[in-house]
Protein backbone atom coordinates (compact mmCIF):
# COMPACT_ATOMS: atom_id res chain seq x y z
CA UNK A 1 0.00 0.00 0.00
CA UNK A 2 1.12 3.73 0.00
CA UNK A 3 1.07 5.90 2.99
CA UNK A 4 1.70 9.75 2.63
CA UNK A 5 5.23 10.81 4.66
CA UNK A 6 3.05 12.35 7.28
CA UNK A 7 1.91 8.84 8.05
CA UNK A 8 4.95 7.48 8.50
CA UNK A 9 6.69 9.76 10.11
CA UNK A 10 5.86 10.53 14.08
CA UNK A 11 7.89 14.31 13.80
CA UNK A 12 8.84 16.25 10.90
CA UNK A 13 11.67 18.89 12.12
CA UNK A 14 12.74 21.63 9.72
CA UNK A 15 15.87 23.59 10.47
CA UNK A 16 16.17 27.48 11.43
CA UNK A 17 16.36 29.41 8.52
CA UNK A 18 19.33 31.29 9.45
CA UNK A 19 23.57 30.12 8.26
CA UNK A 20 25.45 29.53 11.36
CA UNK A 21 28.47 30.85 11.90
CA UNK A 22 31.02 28.37 11.85
CA UNK A 23 34.02 27.89 13.33
CA UNK A 24 37.54 26.34 12.53
CA UNK A 25 35.90 23.44 15.83
CA UNK A 26 33.51 22.64 18.17
CA UNK A 27 30.15 21.16 17.48
CA UNK A 28 29.57 19.23 14.10
CA UNK A 29 26.56 20.79 12.06
CA UNK A 30 25.40 18.94 9.13
CA UNK A 31 24.39 20.78 5.91
CA UNK A 32 23.98 19.85 2.05
CA UNK A 33 27.54 20.53 1.75
CA UNK A 34 28.28 17.32 3.54
CA UNK A 35 25.91 14.62 2.83
CA UNK A 36 25.30 12.38 -0.10
CA UNK A 37 22.72 10.51 -1.09
CA UNK A 38 22.68 7.63 1.89
CA UNK A 39 26.00 8.84 3.45
CA UNK A 40 27.44 11.95 5.51
CA UNK A 41 30.94 13.47 3.79
CA UNK A 42 32.93 13.64 6.81
CA UNK A 43 35.55 14.92 5.03
CA UNK A 44 33.73 18.17 4.61
CA UNK A 45 31.59 18.72 8.17
CA UNK A 46 31.89 22.00 9.48
CA UNK A 47 31.32 23.13 13.22
CA UNK A 48 29.39 25.42 15.30
CA UNK A 49 30.13 26.69 18.83
CA UNK A 50 28.54 25.25 22.33
CA UNK A 51 25.29 27.72 22.19
CA UNK A 52 24.34 27.64 18.33
CA UNK A 53 24.43 23.67 18.66
CA UNK A 54 22.09 23.89 21.51
CA UNK A 55 19.72 26.60 19.85
CA UNK A 56 19.55 24.76 16.67
CA UNK A 57 18.88 21.55 17.93
CA UNK A 58 15.76 23.24 20.49
CA UNK A 59 12.86 21.70 18.67
CA UNK A 60 14.57 18.48 18.00
CA UNK A 61 17.85 16.80 18.91
CA UNK A 62 19.03 14.03 16.53
CA UNK A 63 19.23 10.53 16.87
CA UNK A 64 20.46 7.10 15.00
CA UNK A 65 17.58 6.09 12.63
CA UNK A 66 16.47 9.63 11.73
CA UNK A 67 16.07 10.77 8.27
CA UNK A 68 17.87 13.89 6.83
CA UNK A 69 16.91 15.45 3.65
CA UNK A 70 17.82 18.61 2.17
CA UNK A 71 14.73 20.68 0.92
CA UNK A 72 16.18 23.01 -0.48
CA UNK A 73 19.62 24.60 -3.04
CA UNK A 74 21.30 22.81 -5.74
CA UNK A 75 21.51 19.74 -3.77
CA UNK A 76 18.12 19.31 -2.98
CA UNK A 77 16.07 15.59 -2.82
CA UNK A 78 19.45 13.84 -1.00
CA UNK A 79 17.90 11.56 1.62
CA UNK A 80 21.04 9.75 4.50
CA UNK A 81 19.89 7.82 7.82
CA UNK A 82 21.37 8.75 10.90
CA UNK A 83 24.46 6.85 11.86
CA UNK A 84 25.28 5.79 15.60
CA UNK A 85 27.06 7.80 17.70
CA UNK A 86 26.75 11.11 15.85
CA UNK A 87 25.85 14.33 17.55
CA UNK A 88 25.36 17.02 15.57
CA UNK A 89 22.98 19.75 14.55
CA UNK A 90 21.26 21.25 11.44
CA UNK A 91 22.49 23.47 9.12
CA UNK A 92 20.86 25.48 6.87
CA UNK A 93 18.56 23.85 4.13
CA UNK A 94 17.81 20.23 5.84
CA UNK A 95 15.09 18.67 7.64
CA UNK A 96 14.94 15.85 9.69
CA UNK A 97 12.23 13.07 9.73
CA UNK A 98 11.73 10.44 13.16
CA UNK A 99 9.70 7.47 11.83
CA UNK A 100 7.13 5.45 13.15
CA UNK A 101 7.61 1.89 13.92
CA UNK A 102 6.00 1.06 10.25
CA UNK A 103 8.92 2.51 8.53
CA UNK A 104 12.42 1.27 8.39
CA UNK A 105 15.14 3.53 8.81
CA UNK A 106 16.96 2.44 5.78
CA UNK A 107 13.75 1.93 3.68
CA UNK A 108 12.89 5.35 3.94
CA UNK A 109 16.30 7.09 3.09
CA UNK A 110 16.14 4.72 0.16
CA UNK A 111 12.79 6.00 -1.23
CA UNK A 112 13.56 9.74 -0.72
CA UNK A 113 16.70 9.16 -2.59
CA UNK A 114 14.62 7.06 -5.89
CA UNK A 115 13.04 8.46 -8.74
CA UNK A 116 9.31 7.30 -7.36
CA UNK A 117 9.82 9.89 -4.58
CA UNK A 118 11.59 12.64 -7.02
CA UNK A 119 8.66 12.34 -9.34
CA UNK A 120 5.76 13.42 -7.12
CA UNK A 121 7.97 16.49 -6.29
CA UNK A 122 10.26 17.82 -9.21
CA UNK A 123 7.48 20.19 -10.15
CA UNK A 124 6.90 21.33 -6.84
CA UNK A 125 9.80 22.74 -6.08
CA UNK A 126 10.00 26.83 -6.15
CA UNK A 127 12.19 29.55 -6.23
CA UNK A 128 15.07 29.94 -9.04
CA UNK A 129 17.66 31.95 -7.16
CA UNK A 130 17.51 28.93 -4.56
CA UNK A 131 15.36 26.13 -5.33
CA UNK A 132 13.05 24.37 -2.21
CA UNK A 133 10.08 22.32 -1.78
CA UNK A 134 7.82 23.63 1.13
CA UNK A 135 7.03 21.92 4.17
CA UNK A 136 3.56 21.38 4.08
CA UNK A 137 3.73 19.75 0.44
CA UNK A 138 6.45 16.92 1.51
CA UNK A 139 4.07 16.31 3.86
CA UNK A 140 1.73 14.97 1.56
CA UNK A 141 4.09 12.74 -0.89
CA UNK A 142 3.53 9.49 -1.06
CA UNK A 143 5.58 6.62 0.06
CA UNK A 144 5.18 3.01 -1.02
CA UNK A 145 4.97 1.00 2.35
CA UNK A 146 5.29 -3.22 2.21
CA UNK A 147 5.69 -4.43 5.33
CA UNK A 148 8.30 -4.26 7.40
CA UNK A 149 9.93 -8.02 6.47
CA UNK A 150 9.71 -6.71 2.49
CA UNK A 151 11.45 -3.60 3.39
CA UNK A 152 14.55 -5.21 4.65
CA UNK A 153 14.68 -7.22 1.90
CA UNK A 154 14.40 -4.44 -0.61
CA UNK A 155 17.03 -2.53 1.23
CA UNK A 156 19.34 -5.70 1.64
CA UNK A 157 19.51 -5.47 -2.78
CA UNK A 158 19.52 -2.19 -3.31
CA UNK A 159 22.79 -2.45 -0.42
CA UNK A 160 23.87 -5.40 -2.30
CA UNK A 161 23.32 -3.46 -5.82
CA UNK A 162 25.30 -0.64 -4.87
CA UNK A 163 28.30 -2.15 -3.51
CA UNK A 164 28.39 -4.05 -7.01
CA UNK A 165 28.21 -0.33 -8.36
CA UNK A 166 30.90 0.51 -6.10
CA UNK A 167 33.68 -2.11 -6.90
CA UNK A 168 32.63 -0.90 -10.71
CA UNK A 169 33.46 2.39 -10.20
CA UNK A 170 36.98 1.83 -8.19
CA UNK A 171 37.57 -0.30 -11.48
CA UNK A 172 37.28 2.49 -13.80
CA UNK A 173 38.97 5.09 -11.23
CA UNK A 174 41.89 2.83 -10.96
CA UNK A 175 42.42 1.95 -14.77
CA UNK A 176 41.74 5.75 -15.40
CA UNK A 177 44.72 6.37 -13.58
CA UNK A 178 46.64 3.28 -15.46
CA UNK A 179 46.02 5.20 -18.87
CA UNK A 180 47.33 8.31 -17.53
CA UNK A 181 50.52 6.84 -16.43
CA UNK A 182 50.57 4.72 -19.77
CA UNK A 183 50.10 7.93 -21.42
CA UNK A 184 53.20 9.86 -19.79
CA UNK A 185 55.07 7.03 -20.19
CA UNK A 186 54.30 6.92 -24.04
CA UNK A 187 55.52 11.18 -24.43
CA UNK A 188 58.52 10.46 -22.17
CA UNK A 189 60.39 7.14 -24.56
CA UNK A 190 58.79 9.59 -27.56
CA UNK A 191 60.64 12.85 -26.94
CA UNK A 192 63.40 10.19 -25.78
CA UNK A 193 63.93 8.67 -29.10
CA UNK A 194 62.66 5.76 -28.08
CA UNK A 195 59.07 4.89 -29.24
CA UNK A 196 60.93 3.85 -32.57
CA UNK A 197 63.83 2.06 -33.65
CA UNK A 198 66.27 4.83 -34.52
CA UNK A 199 68.81 5.59 -37.59
CA UNK A 200 72.07 5.51 -36.33
CA UNK A 201 72.50 7.79 -39.80
CA UNK A 202 70.31 10.07 -38.90
CA UNK A 203 71.90 13.72 -38.08
CA UNK A 204 71.69 14.83 -34.45
CA UNK A 205 69.15 17.15 -33.76
CA UNK A 206 71.26 19.55 -33.44
CA UNK A 207 72.52 20.18 -36.77
CA UNK A 208 69.26 19.69 -38.19
CA UNK A 209 67.90 22.77 -36.12
CA UNK A 210 70.69 24.86 -37.41
CA UNK A 211 69.84 23.99 -40.92
CA UNK A 212 66.30 25.20 -40.41
CA UNK A 213 67.83 28.49 -38.77
CA UNK A 214 70.05 29.01 -41.60
CA UNK A 215 67.24 28.45 -44.18
CA UNK A 216 65.03 31.09 -42.09
CA UNK A 217 67.58 33.66 -42.23
CA UNK A 218 68.60 32.93 -45.88
CA UNK A 219 64.40 33.17 -46.91
CA UNK A 220 64.06 36.39 -44.29
CA UNK A 221 67.26 38.27 -46.38
CA UNK A 222 66.01 36.92 -49.64
CA UNK A 223 62.42 38.65 -48.76
CA UNK A 224 64.57 42.25 -47.73
CA UNK A 225 65.62 42.38 -50.77
CA UNK A 226 62.65 42.00 -52.81
CA UNK A 227 61.07 44.74 -51.03
CA UNK A 228 61.24 48.52 -53.18
CA UNK A 229 64.06 50.47 -51.69
CA UNK A 230 65.95 48.03 -50.21
Request: aromatic letters at 6%; charged letters at 25%.
Amino acid sequence: MWASVEQVADRIVDCLHSTPKFEPEGFICIDTNCIKPGRIVYEKIRYVDKDTFHDRNRRMVPKEDDVLFSREGALLGIAVKVPANLEFCLGQRMMIFRLSEVAAPQYFENVLNSTTFRSQYVKQITGSASPHLNIGDIRCFGIPLPPLAEQQRIVEEVERRLSVMDEVEAALAANLKRAERLRQAILKRAFEGKLVPQNPADEPASVLLARIRAARGDTQRSRQMALPGI
